[in-house]
């Protein structure tokens, strides 16, 4: 007779594969291509056990979305513990977001409406993700980074909608991720920046070549 604990761990192993598989398999081909059916050949796993773990499709989406949006909160958390600045911050955060970018096929933006649960929950993350922001962005006034009189919830959408373009558009089939960052940061960035921060963004950017 099998351990109760080995099977449990077992099953949550198999739990993470299937969503780490699943996962890559959405991101390189597309949501709407990839079917239930897929995942378990990919796997050598039966129909039956998948569905016994994930009931459907969405529900493999929703849990893969949340649980990048914690690594990457959890990446730029650590960062932050030892970067310098909130400028370095700023960076880090633009350039894992481009390196995503263009790795990942367009299609999987494009098709993520027809989920409403993920739908839903990208929403939530957005508002939140504003106002960590926004406070964010308070500390670099303080520090004398950022200009002080500015209307950084309206600042904050922008740079949403920016993102939301270069992913609609495209944009990294035509251009380098690099090339969209530092343009990026050139447009929107330095608009907000003191001479301070101006000058701590040219010399990070000129440190990472």
């Not at 700023?90 to 299609?107: F, G, Q, W, Y």
């Not at 980074?145 to 992913?167: A, C, Q, W």
Request: charged share 30%; hydrophobic share 35%.
């Amino acid at each position: 007779m099998q351990n109760s604990t080995n099977i449990s761990t077992y099953r949550r192993d198999l739990r993470h594969k299937i969503l780490d598989e699943a996962m890559n398999m959405f991101k390189q081909q597309g949501i709407k291509k990839v079917k239930m059916d897929d995942i378990a050949a990919s796997l050598s796993i039966s129909k039956r056990t998948l569905y016994e773990i994930y009931e459907n499709k969405e529900q493999l989406l929703y849990e893969g979305m949340e649980r990048d949006a914690h690594l990457r909160m959890a990446h730029l958390d650590n960062f932050a513990l030892s970067a310098a600045n909130e400028m370095e911050i700023v960076i880090e955060a633009i350039k894992i977001h481009l390196e995503d970018l263009s790795r990942i096929n367009p299609l999987f933006f494009t098709e993520l409406h027809k989920y409403k649960s993920v739908v839903t929950y990208h929403e939530r993350c957005a508002d939140e993700n504003r106002k960590r922001s926004v406070e964010f962005i308070r500390k670099g006034v303080e520090h004398g980074f950022f200009l002080p009189d500015m209307n950084y919830e309206i600042v904050t959408r922008i740079s949403d909608g920016v993102m939301k373009h270069v992913i609609s558009t495209k944009m990294c089939e035509r251009f380098s991720p690099r090339d969209i960052f530092v343009n990026y940061v050139c447009v929107v960035i330095r608009g907000i920046c003191t001479e301070k921060g101006i000058e701590s963004i040219d010399n990070l950017l000129r440190s990472k070549g």
